[in-house]
C-alpha cells in the first residue's frame, strides 16, 4: 500500500550520485544547510528512497564497521550459540558451523521479551528477531554487505515491516528492524497510529508493539545522530528515479551449444533431495531423482538446483524449493545464462539465481548505482543477494578469456516497475464522516484508469492515508485496510467489492455501524462507548443486496494511551 504521508517526503529533491569516498563532516555540514521539503502525492509502490546528503551522515557516524568485521552488539549467550549452532547441523540449509551470533538488543516491551540477533556470513549479514515471550520468531533475514559498504543512508531496514499473529490471525505484534551506524543517538519509527522511540544498541535498532490495532505498520524511519542530524527513510509511497541498466550489453564471443555436461552425464554433483533433511516438497511433481542441489556459496543457506528436462530449482529454509521449469529449447533461449528471482522476507532485497552453461566462469550483476557484485558459482549454479532499490540490474556472463558470453537484463520487480496512469491521481472528496469525539474524515477517490483506482483519506488532525490499488477480479470481497487513530478517535477503513453493497461494524454486545461503500471504499467511525484503551475485538461484515453475508473480517482495536 502507498501512503500519502507528508513526513516521508523529506529531502526528496536531493538526489545526487552516490560519492565514491567518504565525505568530511564540514562537508555534510555545508549540504545540509539547505533543507527543501516538498508535498507530493505518489503512486508507485514501495522502494527505499536514496537520500543525497546520507552517505556523507553516514560516514559522519562513523560508518558499519562493526557489522563489516562481524562484530556488532556482544557475543550471544552461550546456550544460544550453542542452540544456533545445532540448528545448523540438523539441516543442510544451515550456516556454517563457525558462525559467530551475536546478540545485538535484549529488551522488554510491557512485559514481553524481545532478543534480536545477528551474525554475518560471508557476503550477508543476517538478523533474527525471537519473540520470547510469543514462542515466535522470524528470520534469519539478510542483506548483503554491498550494500553497507556502498551505504548511502545511516540506517539500513532489514525487516521494514512485519506482524506476529495468534491462531485467530489477530495481531499479537508489530515489529520493524534494522542495521545502524555508529553515532545515532535516537531512531524514530512513524507508524500509524504516531511515533515511537526503536531500541538502539548493538548496531540495530529494533521497534516492537505489542497488541496492535489492525492494519498498524511502520511507514518511515527516522535516524538521529547525536549533532541532531535527521534523516528519514520511508517505507511505503516514495518512487526512485528512473535509471537505465549498467553494465555490458553485447556478446563478445558465443557458446555455440549450452549445456551442463556433469547434470547430463547423471554425476552426483552436490546433493540429492533424499540427502537434504527436512525439505518440503508437497506438491513439487518437479522433484524427482534427477535433482541435484548445490551450495554455491559455502557460507549462505541458499541452494539452487537442477532436475527434470529442464527445471531450475531454489530453495532456503524450511520451506518447498522455488522451481522455474523449461523445455529444452526455450531453457537455453537467452544464451548460456537461464536466471529465476526469489524474494527474501521483505521487498528490500531479492535474490538473482541462476545456471550458467560450461564455458561460463564467472557471473556479475551489475547494479542501477554503478556497483558490481560478483555472484557465488559452483558446478553451473550461481546465486547473489541484490537490494531491490538498485534494480534495474543486468546479468553478465564471463568466459575464461573474460570476453562477455551472455547478458540478460531481468524485468524490474512488479514494485519498482509499476507506474501509476497520471489521471488516476486525481482526487475528488467523495463523503464525510464524523467521529463522536469531534475528529472528522474526509474521503476523496480518483477514476479508474489503467486498472488503477487511487483513494486518500484526510483526517482532520493532519493525517492522510491512501494509495493507488491495482484492480483485481480476486481476492477478499472485504478487507480493513487500517484503524487510523485520529485525535481521541479511531477510524475502520477497508474496501468491498462486489457483490457486497452495503458494511457493517458490529461489536459483540450488539452495537452496529452502517455504512454503503463508495467506489468500494469505506470510512467507519468508532462509537464513543468503544473508545478504550482496552482492546476490543469487532467484526466487518459485507452485505449482498439481498441481505447475505458475503464475508466477514475481524478487527481489533484500541486508542492509545
Request: net charge positive; aromatic share 8%.
Amino acid at each position: 500500500m502507498n501512503e500519502f504521508d507528508t513526513r516521508v517526503f523529506d529531502l526528496l529533491d536531493a538526489f545526487t550520485p552516490e560519492p565514491r569516498r567518504w565525505p568530511d563532516w564540514q562537508d555534510v555540514l555545508r549540504r545540509t544547510r539547505s533543507r527543501h521539503t516538498r508535498r507530493l502525492v505518489v503512486a508507485a509502490a514501495a522502494a527505499v528512497v536514496v537520500l543525497g546528503c546520507a552517505a556523507g551522515v553516514t560516514a559522519a557516524l562513523g560508518g558499519f564497521h562493526a557489522w563489516l568485521s562481524g562484530t556488532p552488539g556482544k557475543p550471544a549467550q552461550k546456550a544460544e550459540q550453542e542452540k544456533f549452532r545445532r540448528a545448523n547441523e540438523q539441516t543442510y540449509f544451515g550456516f556454517p558451523k563457525n558462525t559467530k551470533l551475536r546478540e545485538l538488543i535484549r529488551t522488554t516491551v510491557e512485559g514481553k521479551l524481545y532478543v534480536l540477533l545477528g551474525f554475518r556470513s560471508g557476503e550477508s549479514l543476517c538478523l533474527r528477531l525471537k519473540a520470547v515471550s510469543l514462542g515466535h520468531s522470524i528470520g534469519p533475514a539478510c542483506a548483503p554487505a554491498a550494500r553497507l559498504r556502498h551505504a548511502s543512508a545511516p540506517i539500513l531496514p532489514v525487516i521494514p515491516n512485519f506482524g506476529f499473529v495468534d491462531k485467530h490471525n489477530y495481531p499479537t505484534a508489530a515489529t520493524s528492524f534494522g542495521i545502524a551506524a555508529d553515532g545515532l543517538s535516537r531512531v524514530i519509527v512513524h507508524a500509524v497510529d504516531g511515533d515511537h522511540r526503536a531500541a538502539l544498541a548493538g548496531n540495530a535498532y529494533l521497534w516492537v508493539q505489542n497488541e496492535p490495532n489492525t492494519g498498524q505498520r511502520a511507514l518511515s524511519v527516522t535516524a538521529v545522530s547525536s549533532g541532531r542530524t535527521r534523516l528519514t527513510l520511508p517505507f511505503e509511497g516514495a518512487t526512485v528515479p528512473s535509471r537505465r541498466p549498467r553494465g555490458p550489453a553485447r556478446i563478445e564471443a558465443r557458446i555455440a551449444h549450452p549445456t551442463v555436461g556433469w547434470y547430463l552425464r547423471g554425476e552426483k554433483r552436490g546433493v540429492g533431495h533424499m540427502e537434504i533433511k527436512r525439505i518440503r516438497t508437497e506438491g513439487g511433481a518437479f522433484i524427482d531423482d534427477s535433482t541435484r542441489f548445490v551450495r554455491p556459496d559455502p557460507n549462505s543457506n541458499v541452494l539452487v538446483g537442477l532436475t527434470g528436462q529442464w527445471c531450475l530449482l531454489v530453495a532456503y529454509g524450511a520451506s518447498g524449493p522455488s522451481a522455474s521449469c523449461d523445455s529444452l529449447d526455450s531453457f537455453w533461449s537467452q544464451g548460456p545464462l537461464n536466471w529465476m528471482m526469489t524474494g527474501e522476507y521483505s521487498e528490500q532485497f531479492m535474490r538473482i539465481n541462476g545456471v550458467a552453461a560450461d564455458g561460463v566462469r564467472r557471473v556479475v550483476v551489475f547494479l542501477a548505482d554503478g556497483q558490481r557484485q560478483r555472484a557465488a558459482l559452483r558446478d553451473n549454479l550461481f546465486t547473489t543477494l541484490v537490494a531491490t532499490a538498485e534494480f534495474p540490474a543486468r546479468i553478465v556472463a564471463y568466459d575464461e578469456a573474460g570476453r562477455v558470453v551472455g547478458v540478460i537484463t531481468p524485468p524490474t520487480p512488479f514494485l519498482l516497475r509499476e507506474r501509476v496512469p497520471r489521471g488516476a491521481t486525481r482526487l475528488r472528496p467523495v463523503f464525510r464522516v464524523q467521529a463522536p469525539r469531534g475528529a472528522a474524515a474526509v474521503a476523496r477517490i480518483g477514476r479508474l484508469v489503467g486498472h488503477y483506482q487511487c483513494w486518500r483519506i484526510d483526517f482532520s488532525t493532519g493525517h492522510s492515508r491512501g494509495a493507488c490499488d491495482r484492480r483485481s477480479i480476486t481476492g477478499p470481497w472485504i478487507s480493513v485496510d487500517l484503524v487510523q487513530p485520529a485525535g481521541d478517535d479511531l477510524f475502520v477503513a477497508g474496501h468491498a467489492r462486489a457483490p457486497i453493497t452495503r458494511v457493517q461494524l458490529e461489536f459483540p454486545n450488539g452495537d452496529v455501524r452502517r455504512v454503503r461503500p463508495v467506489a468500494g471504499l469505506f470510512v467507519i467511525p468508532v462509537p464513543r462507548a468503544h473508545l478504550s484503551t482496552e482492546r476490543q475485538t469487532a467484526f466487518v461484515r459485507g452485505y449482498s443486496k439481498e441481505g447475505w453475508v458475503i464475508q466477514r473480517q475481524g478487527v481489533v482495536f484500541k486508542v492509545r494511551r
